[in-house]
Structure formats: structure tokens, C-alpha cells
């Protein structure tokens, strides 16, 4: 029976010049679900491929000529042998033999097993046509005695997809069974079922205690496909990790790693199990699945920087990229890392390395002075790598700054760039090179006067001695540099106030970006004046110093601070009663007892609702409300009035921030 040839359809339209061959049975199962995906980019299928698929049945040319029609009748003929013939022949017709669903459907009760194993194979072949006989082939999976046609069924089913997604529960059940045969054939279907095998995973673990080593395999491979569905089957995969027989333990590892994070029990199993692993290429494999993983750093992490010392050039290299899925967790390896750059001169391995620096940001601090050294690297790009990567460690990677100065005439674009960047990523603490980046402002390269203009802003108000060059840029022909320019200036702030001519005139500009970014800058460069012409010093500096013109620690009723101090810093008003000083307008919602209004005081607008955008509710305390209403009735909601209003700042029991309003005051202006 399983000897039976057919010919499959697996041809990807009507222009493939593929041919097609004869294939036995476990192989036409096998290639079911090939079947089933291209059956829908099937059009019309010639007479040459039914032709060629029934001359595997010894058919003469008469034979080959065949309608569908004329084959769905031969399906009902007293003979078994021409009822097999025909549900071949029907398999070969893809799409076109739509009409032979319910007709091959009544075959799976034929009377004679070899038709009813030809008919599953046919409905298999089908695809998506035939996913009405899902329901019929899972009872024909739970009623046949035949193990040929049962395997034949299953594989239909698999075959189909998806859309037999119901079948997953009667495949589970098979699986208990003793014949390897048939758990293989389950184990594929529910492989073809897709995402909704997951409804069997604890079946498939179960039966990974099975004899036959070809389901297991078949197993761990469906459980590594539904990622991170298989979770459950984690501590059954990591007691394979002490199988005696490799294969096995690499099935299981590669199952674990397409689990991904939901298989972080099995790190510290896998960390030793690669400390005991002789062969790269399986050293190889749990490298991968360890960062594939990405989970429980501290078991994962040291075992993986020892592999930074292996012989091997592509273990060092995969153990680089998986250390680099880790993230900031992967700091305690900065120091492997860092004699792994310094001793290989594989260039390949060096990006690795220094790529997963990158990744771990600022716990890579340590790595600055080898990167430092790489900044005059012979190679163009690991002089670039090891800028870009001085960047990423950022503000702590200012030792560099020197040694990224220079690179900034480097002969390499690509260098000078990622250096600009670097140094502004360091922001302040790159205030050295500030000289440097204003003399590139005039660069021939649009991209490199950019990129000098961007750090300067990022340097921030340190940047003061590159004002002069930054007004310059403004009259740049390139809008990019110019805008970067603008945006600068707005950064540097009080500092820039010698800008703010040029910019109003950019404030009226065409370009409407331009004219907008120009306006911010005005804004920015004169609010940063206000703050700075306001402050007063301070008797010794402390976390109060910044807060608007609160100066005492423990307010009293009658000081007065600036609305936006208590906007940014709630925390350290908590527990106080304070007084907020502005002009003020609004009214006393009639839900959850929020007070609406709108507060002005100097440049700043602030208003109820955006306080409690930022977490701060301005709430009327329960006896008050009244005395609040008729306050706020007092006041025009088309007008400012001068008002103190008393608050008190806390946490609700939620944590949340809470202004309770107990007093509106008129004031003098």
C-alpha cells in the first residue's frame, strides 16, 4: 500500500519550469504541506502534468486525457483498483478538482483501505479547497483500524493548515500511541497546524519520553516553532540537555532558543552545559540560544565572556552578538570584551565586539581607553565602529574626547561623522572640542556642518564660544544645516542672546520649518535670560536651589514659587502648604472635584489640565468647595485676574499627586 506513486502538484504557477517526479507515499506526506501552500498560486494545471502524474500508474495516453468529471465518476466504479486510480489522478488536478471534494470525502468510508489511504493523500493535495473535510477526516483519524490510512489522514490534515487547527486535540491523542508510524505522522501534521499546535504541547512533552527517537526529534521541532507557546515544555527540554546522545541535546537547545525568553529557567543548564562542550559547533549552538534567550544575565553572562577567549574566531564572534542581546546586563563581561578588541586582528570579530559595547551603553566605561586607541586604527571601519561606539558609552566616555577631537580631520567622511556624533553624545563634557566642531561649521560636506552643528547643541550652554559661528551657519544654503544651526542656538540658551536678531529674522521666514524652529529658539534663548537674570545665590547650594524662587526647604504659607517649579518638581514640595502666585482664570469642574483654570505668571502659561497631564491634580479639599465656588464666581472666565492660590502638595494613597486647594486670594498687581 504505502508503495503507491503519485505525482504532487509543487509547482509555484503556471510560468515554473520545475518537473515534476513520482514520489512514494511518506515522501508525498512529508511534502504535504508544500503542497497545500502552493496549491493556491495554482491556476490551470496542462494535461502534460495529469499526463505524467498517471503514467506513474501505468495509465495509457486515453487515460491522461481524463476530465475531472470523468474521474469523479470513476471514484463510484464497483472496482476498487480504478477508485484508487482516480483519487491519484484527482490529486494531480490542484485547484481544478474542486468539484471531487465531497465525492474523495465519501471515499475516506470506502470499503477497500487502499482507497480510502489514496483518497486522504488526494484530499491532502487539495489545499485550502478542501478544509470542509476537516471535521470528516478527524473522525476518520479516531475510527480507522488501518494504520496506513490513519498515517495518510493525519498528514492531510497537516497538510491543510491552519483551517484544521480543530485537529490539534485528536492529533495530541495519537501521540499516545505505540506506533512510531503513526506519532510521526502526528507530530508532522500538528507541525503543518501552525500556532494552534500549541492546544498539544502538553502532549508533546509527554510523548518526549518516547521510544522512537524520530518523534522526539519531530517533537522538540514543532516546539521550537511555536516560539514562545512552547513555554510550558521548558523543564522537559532542559533534562534532555544530559541526553548522552548529542543530537538529541543540539534538538533540544535549538528548541529552547526559539522558545526565546520564556526559557530563561534553562540558562544556567545551558551555561554549564557550554562550559562542558568539546565540539565548536555545538558550543556554537547554545552560544545562540543563549542570546536568542536573553534572560537570567548573571548565570548567562560569565559563561558567555569565557567564550570570548575560545581559539575559535567564529565562537568569539557569536558569543560578541549574543552578549549584545543582553544589553546593559551583559556589563560584567566589559572586561573580556575589552581583551578580546585588544588581542584578535580579525576585523570581524573586533565590530562584533564592539558592536555589543554599543549595546551595553555606559557600563562600558571601561572599554574607552582601548577604544581610544582604535580611533587611529589602519581600517576605516573599525576607526568608525570605535567612534560610533565611544558614543553609545556616552557622558562617561569623556576621556575620548581628546583622541575623538582628532578624528574629527580624520580622511574618512564616515569617521569625522561618527566622531561629531560621539562628542555630542559626551554633551558636555565634550565642551573641549567645542573649537573644533565650530571650524567644521564650514565645512565643504552639508552632512559633516550638520552633524558639527547638532553636537554643539548637545554640548548645550558650554558651547557659548560657538555662537558667533552658529549665527554664521544661519545664512547656510543648506535648510538642513541651518535648521541644526537655529536648534543649537536654542539649545545654548542665555549664551546665545547675541543670535536672537538673525533668528527673528528666520522667525519670518518661508520655509515653515525654519520659521518655526527660529521661533522656539527665541523662546528657548529668552526664557533661559529670564532664569537667569532671576536667580539669586544661595546660602549653600542643595536641591532647593533650583526650584523656581522657593530658597527654605520647609515653605511657609506665604512664600511664593513659580507654578512650573511645582509642574517639574512635585517631590519636593511634598507634605507643604505653598502659595503660587499668578494671574488666573477659571472655575470648579463639576466631577471628582478638579479646579479647571489657567495660570500666567511671567512667560510661563500653565494650565490645569496640562498639570494633570504631568501626574498633578489641583483638587478642592471636602468643606471647601463652597467657599471656592463663590471665590471663582468672582472671576471672568474671559479674563485674568491676579490671585495667590494656598495649596497644599501630597500623595493620594494611590500615589498620585494631589494640589488641594484650600485658598483663592485676590491680589494687587
Same mark, same amino acid.
Not at 583622541?403 to 569625522?416: F, I, Y
Not at 528657548?524 to 533650583?546: L, N, Q, T, W
Not at 511664593?560 to 517649579?565: K, Y
Given at each position: 500500500?504505502?508503495?503507491?506513486?503519485?505525482?504532487?502538484?509543487?509547482?509555484?504557477?503556471?510560468?515554473?519550469?520545475?518537473?515534476?517526479?513520482?514520489?512514494?507515499?511518506?515522501?508525498?506526506?512529508?511534502?504535504?504541506?508544500?503542497?497545500?501552500?502552493?496549491?493556491?498560486?495554482?491556476?490551470?494545471?496542462?494535461?502534460?502534468?495529469?499526463?505524467?502524474?498517471?503514467?506513474?500508474?501505468?495509465?495509457?495516453?486515453?487515460?491522461?486525457?481524463?476530465?475531472?468529471?470523468?474521474?469523479?465518476?470513476?471514484?463510484?466504479?464497483?472496482?476498487?483498483?480504478?477508485?484508487?486510480?482516480?483519487?491519484?489522478?484527482?490529486?494531480?488536478?490542484?485547484?481544478?478538482?474542486?468539484?471531487?471534494?465531497?465525492?474523495?470525502?465519501?471515499?475516506?468510508?470506502?470499503?477497500?483501505?487502499?482507497?480510502?489511504?489514496?483518497?486522504?493523500?488526494?484530499?491532502?493535495?487539495?489545499?485550502?479547497?478542501?478544509?470542509?473535510?476537516?471535521?470528516?477526516?478527524?473522525?476518520?483519524?479516531?475510527?480507522?483500524?488501518?494504520?496506513?490510512?490513519?498515517?495518510?489522514?493525519?498528514?492531510?490534515?497537516?497538510?491543510?493548515?491552519?483551517?484544521?487547527?480543530?485537529?490539534?486535540?485528536?492529533?495530541?491523542?495519537?501521540?499516545?500511541?505505540?506506533?512510531?508510524?503513526?506519532?510521526?505522522?502526528?507530530?508532522?501534521?500538528?507541525?503543518?497546524?501552525?500556532?494552534?499546535?500549541?492546544?498539544?504541547?502538553?502532549?508533546?512533552?509527554?510523548?518526549?519520553?518516547?521510544?522512537?527517537?524520530?518523534?522526539?526529534?519531530?517533537?522538540?521541532?514543532?516546539?521550537?516553532?511555536?516560539? @514562545?507557546?512552547? #513555554?510550558? /515544555? $521548558? +523543564? *522537559? %527540554?532542559?533534562?534532555?540537555?544530559?541526553?548522552? &546522545?548529542? !543530537?538529541? =541535546?543540539?534538538?533540544?537547545?535549538?528548541?529552547?532558543?526559539?522558545?526565546?525568553?520564556?526559557?530563561?529557567?534553562?540558562?544556567?543548564?545551558?551555561?554549564?552545559?557550554?562550559?562542558?562542550?568539546?565540539?565548536?559547533?555545538?558550543?556554537?549552538?547554545?552560544?545562540?540560544?543563549?542570546?536568542?534567550?536573553?534572560?537570567?544575565?548573571?548565570?548567562?553572562?560569565?559563561?558567555?565572556?569565557?567564550?570570548?577567549?575560545?581559539?575559535?574566531?567564529?565562537?568569539?564572534?557569536?558569543?560578541?552578538?549574543?552578549?549584545?542581546?543582553?544589553?546593559?546586563?551583559?556589563?560584567?563581561?566589559?572586561?573580556?570584551?575589552?581583551?578580546?578588541?585588544?588581542?584578535?586582528?580579525?576585523?570581524?570579530?573586533?565590530?562584533?565586539?564592539?558592536?555589543?559595547?554599543?549595546?551595553?551603553? @555606559?557600563?562600558? #566605561?571601561? /572599554? $574607552? +581607553? *582601548? %577604544?581610544?586607541?582604535?580611533?587611529?586604527?589602519? &581600517?576605516? !571601519?573599525? =576607526?568608525?565602529?570605535?567612534?560610533?561606539?565611544?558614543?553609545?558609552?556616552?557622558?562617561?566616555?569623556?576621556?575620548?574626547?581628546?583622541?575623538?577631537?582628532?578624528?574629527?580631520?580624520?580622511?574618512?567622511?564616515?569617521?569625522?561623522?561618527?566622531?561629531?556624533?560621539?562628542?555630542?553624545e559626551i554633551g558636555a563634557n565634550a565642551k573641549a572640542a567645542v573649537g573644533a566642531l565650530a571650524r567644521l561649521l564650514e565645512d565643504s560636506d552639508e552632512d559633516i556642518r550638520?552633524a558639527a552643528a547638532e553636537a554643539l547643541g548637545a554640548i548645550g550652554p558650554d558651547a557659548k564660544d560657538a555662537v558667533a559661528a552658529l549665527t554664521k551657519a544661519l545664512s547656510?544654503?543648506?535648510?538642513?544645516?541651518?535648521?541644526?544651526?537655529?536648534?543649537?542656538?536654542?539649545?545654548?540658551?542665555?549664551? @546665545?542672546?547675541?543670535?536672537?536678531?538673525?533668528?527673528?529674522?528666520?522667525?519670518?521666514?518661508?520655509?515653515? &520649518?525654519?520659521?518655526?524652529?527660529?521661533?522656539?529658539?527665541?523662546?528657548?534663548?529668552?526664557?533661559?535670560?529670564?532664569?537667569?537674570?532671576?536667580?539669586?545665590?544661595?546660602?549653600?547650594?542643595?536641591?532647593?536651589?533650583?526650584?523656581?524662587?522657593?530658597?527654605?526647604?520647609?515653605?511657609?504659607?506665604?512664600?511664593?514659587?513659580?507654578?512650573?517649579?511645582?509642574?517639574?518638581?512635585?517631590?519636593?514640595?511634598?507634605?507643604?502648604?505653598?502659595?503660587?502666585?499668578?494671574?488666573?482664570?477659571?472655575?470648579?469642574?463639576?466631577?471628582?472635584?478638579?479646579?479647571?483654570?489657567?495660570?500666567?505668571?511671567?512667560?510661563?502659561?500653565?494650565?490645569?489640565?496640562?498639570?494633570?497631564?504631568?501626574?498633578?491634580?489641583?483638587?478642592?479639599?471636602?468643606?471647601?468647595?463652597?467657599?471656592?465656588?463663590?471665590?471663582?464666581?468672582?472671576?471672568?472666565?474671559?479674563?485674568?485676574?491676579?490671585?495667590?492660590?494656598?495649596?497644599?502638595?501630597?500623595?493620594?494613597?494611590?500615589?498620585?499627586?494631589?494640589?488641594?486647594?484650600?485658598?483663592?486670594?485676590?491680589?494687587?498687581?
Amino acid at each position: 500500500m504505502s508503495d503507491v506513486f503519485i505525482q504532487p502538484i509543487v509547482t509555484a504557477g503556471p510560468s515554473s519550469s520545475a518537473k515534476p517526479r513520482g514520489v512514494s507515499l511518506m515522501r508525498l506526506m512529508l511534502a504535504a504541506s508544500v503542497i497545500c501552500a502552493a496549491a493556491s498560486a495554482v491556476t490551470v494545471l496542462t494535461s502534460p502534468v495529469r499526463a505524467s502524474a498517471l503514467e506513474r500508474l501505468g495509465d495509457d495516453d486515453a487515460a491522461a486525457n481524463k476530465s475531472v468529471t470523468e474521474w469523479i465518476k470513476d471514484l463510484k466504479s464497483p472496482d476498487a483498483a480504478t477508485r484508487k486510480k482516480a483519487a491519484v489522478a484527482l490529486s494531480g488536478f490542484g485547484p481544478e478538482a474542486k468539484p471531487a471534494v465531497a465525492p474523495l470525502a465519501d471515499c475516506l468510508r470506502d470499503s477497500d483501505a487502499d482507497v480510502r489511504q489514496a483518497a486522504a493523500i488526494a484530499i491532502g493535495s487539495l489545499g485550502p479547497i478542501a478544509k470542509s473535510l476537516v471535521p470528516k477526516l478527524i473522525d476518520t483519524v479516531k475510527s480507522e483500524k488501518n494504520a496506513d490510512v490513519k498515517q495518510a489522514t493525519m498528514m492531510a490534515l497537516g497538510a491543510l493548515g491552519p483551517s484544521a487547527s480543530s485537529a490539534a486535540g485528536t492529533l495530541a491523542e495519537v501521540l499516545k500511541e505505540n506506533d512510531p508510524k503513526l506519532t510521526q505522522a502526528a507530530v508532522k501534521a500538528l507541525g503543518g497546524l501552525g500556532a494552534s499546535a500549541k492546544k498539544a504541547v502538553p502532549a508533546m512533552v509527554k510523548a518526549l519520553h518516547s521510544n522512537d527517537a524520530d518523534t522526539r526529534f519531530g517533537i522538540m521541532d514543532v516546539l521550537g516553532k511555536l516560539g @514562545a507557546s512552547a #513555554k510550558s /515544555a $521548558v +523543564p *522537559a %527540554l532542559t533534562a534532555i540537555l544530559k541526553d548522552k &546522545d548529542s !543530537e538529541t =541535546r543540539m534538538a533540544a537547545v535549538d528548541a529552547l532558543a526559539s522558545i526565546g525568553p520564556g526559557a530563561k529557567n534553562a540558562v544556567p543548564a545551558l551555561a554549564r552545559m557550554l562550559g562542558a562542550e568539546t565540539e565548536a559547533t555545538e558550543r556554537r549552538a547554545i552560544i545562540d540560544a543563549l542570546g536568542e534567550i536573553a534572560a537570567n544575565p548573571k548565570a548567562a553572562v560569565p559563561a558567555l565572556a569565557k567564550m570570548l577567549g575560545d581559539s575559535d574566531e567564529e565562537i568569539r564572534q557569536a558569543t560578541a552578538d549574543a552578549l549584545a542581546a543582553f544589553g546593559a546586563g551583559a556589563k560584567g563581561a566589559v572586561p573580556s570584551l575589552v581583551k578580546c578588541l585588544e588581542s584578535t586582528m580579525d576585523d570581524e570579530t573586533r565590530i562584533a565586539v564592539m558592536e555589543c559595547l554599543q549595546e551595553i551603553g @555606559a557600563g562600558a #566605561k571601561g /572599554a $574607552v +581607553p *582601548a %577604544l581610544a586607541k582604535l580611533l587611529k586604527d589602519p &581600517d576605516e !571601519e573599525i =576607526r568608525q565602529a570605535a567612534a560610533e561606539t565611544l558614543g553609545a558609552i556616552g557622558p562617561d566616555a569623556k576621556d575620548a574626547v581628546g583622541a575623538l577631537t582628532q578624528a574629527l580631520t580624520d580622511s574618512d567622511d564616515g569617521v569625522r561623522e561618527a566622531a561629531i556624533g560621539a562628542l555630542g553624545e559626551i554633551g558636555a563634557n565634550a565642551k573641549a572640542a567645542v573649537g573644533a566642531l565650530a571650524r567644521l561649521l564650514e565645512d565643504s560636506d552639508e552632512d559633516i556642518r550638520q552633524a558639527a552643528a547638532e553636537a554643539l547643541g548637545a554640548i548645550g550652554p558650554d558651547a557659548k564660544d560657538a555662537v558667533a559661528a552658529l549665527t554664521k551657519a544661519l545664512s547656510d544654503h543648506d535648510d538642513g544645516v541651518r535648521e541644526a544651526a537655529i536648534d543649537s542656538l536654542g539649545e545654548i540658551g542665555a549664551n @546665545a542672546k547675541s543670535a536672537i536678531p538673525a533668528l527673528e529674522a528666520l522667525a519670518k521666514s518661508d520655509n515653515s &520649518d525654519i520659521r518655526d524652529a527660529a521661533t522656539d529658539a527665541v523662546s528657548a534663548i529668552r526664557e533661559a535670560m529670564e532664569v537667569a537674570s532671576d536667580k539669586e545665590p544661595a546660602a549653600k547650594p542643595g536641591p532647593e536651589a533650583a526650584v523656581g524662587r522657593q530658597r527654605k526647604p520647609n515653605a511657609k504659607p506665604d512664600d511664593v514659587v513659580e507654578l512650573l517649579a511645582l509642574h517639574s518638581s512635585p517631590d519636593k514640595f511634598d507634605g507643604q502648604t505653598i502659595a503660587v502666585k499668578g494671574d488666573l482664570s477659571g472655575a470648579l469642574a463639576e466631577e471628582k472635584n478638579q479646579v479647571r483654570f489657567t495660570v500666567k505668571s511671567g512667560a510661563t502659561t500653565i494650565s490645569g489640565d496640562q498639570l494633570r497631564k504631568e501626574g498633578i491634580n489641583f483638587v478642592a479639599p471636602k468643606g471647601q468647595r463652597e467657599e471656592l465656588v463663590k471665590d471663582l464666581g468672582d472671576l471672568s472666565a474671559k479674563k485674568f485676574y491676579p490671585v495667590r492660590l494656598t495649596v497644599r502638595v501630597h500623595k493620594d494613597n494611590k500615589g498620585h499627586w494631589l494640589a488641594s486647594v484650600s485658598k483663592i486670594e485676590p491680589v494687587a498687581r
